[in-house]
Each structure stands twice: as structure tokens, then as C-alpha cells.
């Protein structure tokens, strides 16, 4: 069972990482390049851990931070994981939807101040989650 869900979490990981790419390669700013997508999911990573443990944010923000980990962990699904490549559609939906609302709902102050990733890194994930251009010399 344990082994079961890790291989869930981690085939969802590999599956959002593969969908910000393809993210990136449709929102990307100019001068960006494939590297910083590349380094953008472990970047995501890090800065969801801060924010769940920003106490600033309201307890519901930070609670949509665990319930994305929850919905990619739990064995029951919308939708199937043996199908292939529909089986994990639920999961990036349901992810994709609650990480954007924390990210936006967080602001683009407490985003710049917990993101751990390169100035291009935080100009394409504000882009992606529609918040206004970060600047470098705000950093």
C-alpha cells in the first residue's frame, strides 16, 4: 500500500513537472529559458513548504497547501491511475487549482519573499497565476 502511494506522488510530481514545461514554453517572458523550467518545480516545492508555514497567510490558504498534498497522496481518484495518461488528469487539475489560488491569494510580496529560485523562475510562475511582474530590484 505505502509503496503503492509513493509511486502515485511520485508519478503526479513527474506529471505536474512535465505540464509547467509545457507552461512555460507557452507563457514563458522573453529571455527565459528551458533550464529555469526545468528548475522551476523544485523551486515550486520549496516555496509551497514556506508558505504552508507562513504564519501571516490565513489558515485556509495554508490549508489548501496540504489538501493539494492530500489529494495527490490519497489512493482514491476521480478518475483511475491504471489509464493511461487520463489517470492522473484529476490530479493535476485538482492541484493546479488550489496551488494557483494559494499562490495568488498569498500576494506577490509573500510569494517574492519565500520563492528560492532565479528572478525568471518567479516572472514565469507570476505570469502563469496572473499576478503582476515582480521586479528583480524588489528582491
Known amino acids: 500500500m505505502l509503496v503503492e502511494v509513493l509511486i502515485g506522488v511520485a508519478v503526479a510530481v513527474v506529471a505536474a513537472w512535465a505540464l509547467l514545461i509545457v507552461a512555460l514554453l507557452v507563457a514563458r517572458p522573453k529571455g527565459v529559458s528551458l533550464v529555469d523550467g526545468l528548475r ?3 523551486d515550486l ?3 509551497l513548504r ?3 508555514a507562513e504564519r501571516s497567510l490565513p489558515w485556509t490558504v495554508r490549508a489548501r497547501v496540504w489538501l493539494a498534498l492530500a489529494w495527490v497522496i490519497n489512493p482514491l481518484d476521480l478518475v483511475p491511475e491504471f489509464l493511461p495518461v487520463i489517470g492522473l488528469v484529476d490530479e493535476i487539475i ?4 488550489l496551488l494557483r489560488s494559494v499562490i495568488r491569494r498569498a500576494g506577490p510580496e509573500v510569494l517574492q519573499r519565500h520563492w528560492p529560485g532565479t528572478p ?3 516572472a514565469v510562475l507570476s505570469r502563469l497565476c496572473g499576478l503582476p511582474a515582480t521586479t528583480e530590484s524588489s528582491r
Open 120 to 122: 525568471q523562475g518567479l
Open 45 to 47: 516545492l520549496r516555496l
Open 40 to 42: 522551476l518545480l523544485p
Open 94 to 97: 485538482v492541484v493546479t487549482v
Open 50 to 52: 514556506g508558505l504552508a
